[in-house]
């Protein structure tokens, strides 16, 4: 036994208590600079402290000291540094050293980058870490694999899938990984891996190899992964040898559709349908799929017609579906209701819902008696009457144009089933105002004051609420009801060029189900915020936003508006609203006086009411500055190109730059000031704003008689009406928040006639 001396022991006692001291003092140092302000930098967007980080001297480890996941984060500065070594390093710490998400991400990052570098070999060694860690995760699985195949291991490839198959039995392959750079395959991974395995018993002389082939074709999906394998067959040689006329026709086909060549792909895969083996539903779905890209719709209702005969159970449910669905688009309305009402006889339940909203697609194509009808007995199979909103709009802006009342009538008393009160609503506020014009056989409908008050009472369509009130001489509380119509509006006329974050719930769900219990998502998103990635800040919290507080979720957006970023701020805070009453939070973040000092100075300048042009930028671009439509259309006020040069030129502006807000602003406010001064009134100059100013004295002169009411709900675009209700009611809110103005005299700004009749 060793003894040892009381002076020793006082001296070992002490070391271990200064150990155990500086164990609970937090550093104050990382590579040389104070943590607080590193973080600070971090924190601003600034990584001057990391430009000066020397991979070989400095000792990473001390990332520790800047909390959980910091590697991770910090890798991804080193990316936009254009340091891809640091980035490396940074990862390769986390992975080795981290805790969960962050192990995680970084072994899928790793992996990535390796095959997107085709460092395979590197790939191969981290990969079978990956998988020991993680052996349920197909990201980890799937890089080793396609490994393995970009090595031409191709007997370990067999091996690998086999037990990848035994494992994940009975589930889809989803595989999260992200290539930098690239876009995900079109196509389900499942296919990948059919693939590879594909090959790899072509390669190893497998003479079932022909037999992966035609279930790659036959049975999953077209996706690129067709395209590939029809190539790797011609350069093989092999293509012209030992498939059959209609295999042959199987892979041609698939391949035509994968390239474009829709009508092609329609030829040659409607003679593969014929042979009973082939009817898998993949191929049913591409046949459908290139009917459609041809544009071929009759023919495509023809087909599916004739195969609905052929066969049973759930595939001859989907050829009924599709033939109602393709004769529709056809104009072939009685036969599309036909078919589609015998799919949904012969549907599951839990289909019903699909098929019934096409089928009161097809009956809005047809007379007030068939809608009607066909609300009365498929409107309970609706789960979502939003989704219909569109359809019934248009069905109701015919029979408004052609002064139809008494089938008005039919439908606002059929609607009456029909699952939410917005269309009838809708119809009620429509009926009101013809019968206030005298119009013969809209007061079938009843009283106007009692079809006002129901328009005005439901809350499903808040415009409904908020003009039907102002007829009946009454504003409403916007912080009252739920704002259904309030969602992110798409910029007018045309979709953003700028990218969009997966905007799916059901994917934010999924994504969070993929690691129950084992993480924090708070922690992680909130990871962005402390580390001074606002753009990833805010990819993840629309991404994962179901699984967030929505108090981090509007904290979030706040601080995305605070940065300037208020399109991303509006779609973030209008994702994560929950239902109920919209506060006066909520209502601030949605509605923001951005660019506040320079719109109050245009409005003033050309005499516009502030409200009705704040409405009109927030619907326009969400105030992006430099979002940018599909047809042209560009900046806060999406001027058009033709547009944007003639103003310039009569405003005497030399350098044109749309993108600029100030220049922006500046000629929109004259446009929309041009188009209240030469057309009759508010509500013409946003119709002509959207539509065109030309298309509007054309539908003035074929609506004689009808008051602005009537004139903007027989609109014959959809978008235009919709564009007019969505100004007047954010107008509306931003009188009410900002300017403490009633919502009467906000409808009155816009529909001057109307209030208080």
């Known amino acids: 036994m060793i003894h040892l001396k009381p002076q020793t022991i006082a001296v070992l006692f002490l070391i271990t208590a200064i150990a155990a001291c500086a164990r609970d003092i937090p550093p104050t140092m990382v590579w040389g600079v104070p943590v607080a302000e590193f973080t600070r930098e971090l924190e601003t967007g600034a990584a001057s402290a990391l430009a000066g980080f020397d991979i070989e001297s400095d000792d990473i480890g001390e990332v520790r000291h800047l909390g959980d996941g910091a ?180 892979l041609d086909g698939k391949r035509a559709l994968g390239t474009g060549a829709a009508v092609n792909a329609m030829q040659l895969l409607g003679t593969v349908i014929e042979r009973p083996e082939f009817r898998t539903p993949a191929l049913l779905r591409d046949l459908s799929r290139a009917y459609s890209f041809a544009a071929h719709w009759r023919q495509g209702g023809d087909a599916f017609s004739r195969l609905s005969s052929e066969l049973t159970g759930d595939r001859a449910v989907y050829a009924l579906e599709h033939a109602g669905r393709h004769y529709r688009v056809a104009g072939r309305f009685i036969d599309s209701l036909r078919y589609l009402e015998a799919a949904h006889a012969a549907a599951s339940s839990d289909e019903r819902a699909r098929i019934a909203r096409y089928l009161l697609m097809t009956a809005s194509r047809l007379n007030p008696d068939v809608f009607s009808r066909a609300i009365r007995e498929y409107g309970a199979s609706i789960e979502n009457p939003a989704q219909l909103y569109n359809e019934f709009d248009d069905f109701i802006a015919r029979l408004v144009a052609g002064r139809d009342w008494g089938g008005l009538v039919s439908v606002y008393r059929a609607l009456e089933s029909f699952p939410g009160s917005g269309v009838r609503a809708q119809v009620a506020y429509v009926l009101s105002e013809a019968i206030a014009s005298g119009h013969t056989g809209a007061a079938a409908a009843g009283d106007r004051t009692t079809l006002l008050e129901y328009a005005a009472q439901q809350t499903d369509r808040p415009y409904y609420t908020i003009t039907a009130s102002a007829m009946l001489g009454r504003s409403v509380s916007l912080l009252d009801f739920e704002a259904g119509e309030l969602g992110v509006p798409t910029p007018a006329d045309h979709d953003p060029v700028e990218h969009d974050p997966v905007d799916e719930a059901i994917e934010a769900d999924r994504l969070v189900s993929e ?243």
């Not at 994940?168 to 995900?184: F, N």
């Not at 009759?680 to 100059?685: D, F, L, R, T, Y």
Request: aromatic letters at 10%; glycine letters at 8%; proline letters at 4%.
């Open 515 to 757: 690691l129950p219990g084992v993480w924090d998502v708070e922690v992680f998103v909130r990871g962005f915020l402390s580390f001074g990635l606002p753009d990833e800040l805010y990819e993840h919290a629309f991404r994962y936003r179901s699984a967030l507080r929505a108090s981090t979720v509007f904290e979030i957006a706040e601080l995305l508006a605070a940065g300037g970023k208020y399109y991303e701020s509006i779609r973030l805070a209008a994702a994560a609203r929950p239902a109920g009453e919209l506060d006066r939070r909520s209502a601030t973040l949605l509605y923001p006086r951005a660019f506040r000092e320079l719109i109050d100075r245009f409005t003033e300048a050309e005499s516009l009411p502030r409200p009705v042009f704040y409405a009109l930028i927030r619907e326009e671009s969400l105030f992006s500055p430099t979002i940018a439509s599909g047809v042209g259309a560009t900046g806060l006020s999406q001027l058009m190109p033709a547009t944007a040069r003639d103003m310039a030129t009569r405003m005497g502006i030399t350098s044109l730059d749309v993108t600029d807000p100030e220049t922006n602003l500046a000629i929109g406010a004259r446009y929309l000031s041009g188009l209240m001064t030469n057309l009759p009134g508010p509500m013409h100059a946003l119709a002509a704003y959207n539509g065109g100013q030309g298309r509007v004295r054309s539908w003035m002169a074929s609506r004689s008689g009808f008051t602005d009411v009537l004139f903007h709900e027989s609109i014959p675009f959809t978008e235009t009406r919709g564009y007019i209700r969505k100004i007047l009611v954010s107008a509306a809110y931003y009188a009410s928040l900002y300017e403490g103005v009633e919502t009467r005299q906000t409808v009155e700004s816009i529909f001057p006639s109307v209030v208080g009749r």
């Open 71 to 250: 590697a991770y984060y910090l890798a991804l500065h080193a990316e936009r540094l254009g340091r891809p070594r640091l980035a490396a390093a940074f990862l390769r710490h986390e992975a080795q050293n981290g805790t969960e998400p962050w192990r995680r991400l970084s072994h899928a990052a790793i992996l990535g980058r390796g095959l997107e570098s085709g460092s395979f070999v590197s790939v191969l060694e981290s990969a079978r870490v990956a998988t020991r860690l993680y052996p349920d995760d197909p990201t980890m699985s799937g890089a080793y694999i396609e490994a393995l195949y970009r090595l031409e291991r191709y007997q370990a490839v067999i091996e690998a899938l086999d037990e990848e198959e035994t494992r994940h039995a009975g589930r889809a392959v989803v595989s999260s990984l992200v290539r930098d750079g690239r876009e995900p395959r079109w196509g389900d991974e499942s296919a990948e891996r059919k693939l590879w395995r594909t090959v790899a018993t072509y390669r190893l002389g497998d003479p079932l190899w022909r037999r992966h082939v035609v279930e790659l074709f036959r049975d999953y999906d077209v996706g690129d992964v067709h395209v590939r394998v029809h190539q790797f067959l011609v350069s093989q040689q092999e293509l012209d040898r030992g498939f059959s006329d209609v295999e042959r026709a199987l």
